[in-house]
């Protein structure tokens, strides 16, 4: 299976992803429990033999995947150890902030999700590019952020040009399930709609100079 690449710049995803990879294949558990494989005991059935192959496979398959996940530099840097709990450990003692500058980058993101407004130059698409890069990061640093506060984030901070479409989504619409997929869909169409307006009076005015 393939492998999710680390990076020194990407572990808060990079963990994310490991985790959902290692547990999707029942691998977790050497990780998170630091499982062992006991010694063979005597006087064991074939079928016992064959699920003591099996946990030996396992055990060194997550090592394996955690060996191939990493650069060059940072594998050999950490190669002697034996566990993948000791490697998963290890790598959180290197690249996981400790809570105080969580904590700073974490507040650092809610003033920038606070204070970003869409400007008048920019396109729906752009704004909420850099929205949902904001919200991403938050959620990678342990904040909950619900659907219904990023929407409401989106209706008091878009432009002039928006305004009528605002009025009217949050008249007809009920805003505590009104999905940012759906608001974003809104927006765009509307988006659409309004450059065709524009360039058809562009249009026109030419062709009335000519």
């Not at 808060?12 to 429990?33: A, N, P, T």
């Not at 630091?34 to 064959?50: E, F, G, H, S, W």
């Not at 524009?198 to 005015?205: E, F, I, K, P, S």
């Amino acid at each position: 299976f393939v492998v999710p690449q680390f990076s020194r710049e990407n572990y808060h995803i990079w963990i994310v992803k490991m985790r959902s990879c290692l547990k999707s294949f029942g691998l977790w558990e050497y990780v998170d429990q630091d499982k062992r494989v006991p010694p063979l005991r005597a006087n064991l059935t074939i079928a016992q033999m064959k699920q003591h192959e099996e946990e030996i496979l396992k055990k060194e398959q997550v090592v394996s995947c955690l060996h191939s996940a990493l650069t060059d530099d940072v594998f050999t840097s950490i190669m002697h150890l034996e566990t993948a709990k000791q490697l998963w450990d290890e790598l959180n003692e290197r690249y996981v902030d400790d809570e105080r500058v969580r904590s700073i980058k974490l507040l650092t993101l809610k003033r920038e999700f606070e204070m970003l407004k869409m400007k008048e130059s920019e396109s729906v698409k752009e704004y909420t590019s850099k929205l949902s890069h904001l919200v991403n990061q938050m959620r990678l640093y342990g904040e909950v952020v619900h659907h219904h506060k990023v929407v409401g984030k989106m209706l008091i901070n878009l432009p002039v040009k928006l305004e009528a479409k605002v009025a009217a989504i949050k008249e007809s619409c009920d805003l505590k399930k009104l999905t940012i997929f759906k608001l974003v869909n809104k927006l765009q169409a509307h988006e659409q709609r309004f450059s065709m307006k524009v360039d058809d009076v562009t249009q026109g005015a030419f062709q009335a100079r000519h």
